[in-house]
């Protein structure tokens, strides 16, 4: 509470420039900015580009099941493009077989991506879920307090029925 601020250096490299190193120095403690501006981002500015970041994911993933929909719908449900194969079938064998054996190969990195992505955003999930919970845990004297001065403001609030009125009997 009486802790006396300390004091803080700033010192750059590059002259003018924007681009170049930033050093702070504070209570002997030194932390160098380079030019990459994520390389110290505040919390708040990391979570909210990792959103933006999964919610670009999610798009994608959903353009991709639709293609993949597509995929199934026009090779495998549709009785016209089968025709198709076994009509090419019978004039080129191999590069049918190819394409085919293409398609599967294709087919099945889709497949192990996609369980590389199920991974990641469970570990991501779990990753939130637990930095939720921990900030409610290590900071709950703040919430407390923010809570308590909240609820201090609301008394604050003007009465509806004034002391001395006939309502307020």
Request: without cysteine; glycine residues 8%.
């Amino acid at each position: 509470m009486g802790r006396k601020p300390d004091d803080v250096k700033v010192t750059t490299s590059g002259g003018l420039s924007v681009i170049g190193e930033i050093t702070l120095s504070s209570g002997g403690k030194t932390v160098k900015l380079g030019s990459d501006s994520t390389e110290h981002m505040l919390p708040a500015k990391r979570m909210e580009r990792a959103l933006s970041e999964l919610q670009y994911a999610l798009s994608a993933l959903n353009l991709a099941a639709e293609d993949l929909h597509i995929v199934e719908s026009e090779m495998i449900g549709s009785d016209a493009s089968r025709r198709l194969v076994v009509e090419s079938s019978a004039e080129n064998p191999i590069e049918t077989a190819d394409d085919i054996e293409s398609h599967r190969m294709q087919a099945g990195e889709l497949a192990e991506s996609s369980a590389g992505v199920g991974a990641i955003a469970k570990a991501i999930k779990d990753k939130a879920a637990f930095v939720a919970r921990a900030l409610g845990s290590v900071f709950a004297p703040e919430l407390l307090a923010g809570d308590r001065a909240r609820e201090k403001a609301k008394d604050k609030q003007a009465k509806l029925f004034p002391e001395g009125s006939k309502d307020d009997q």
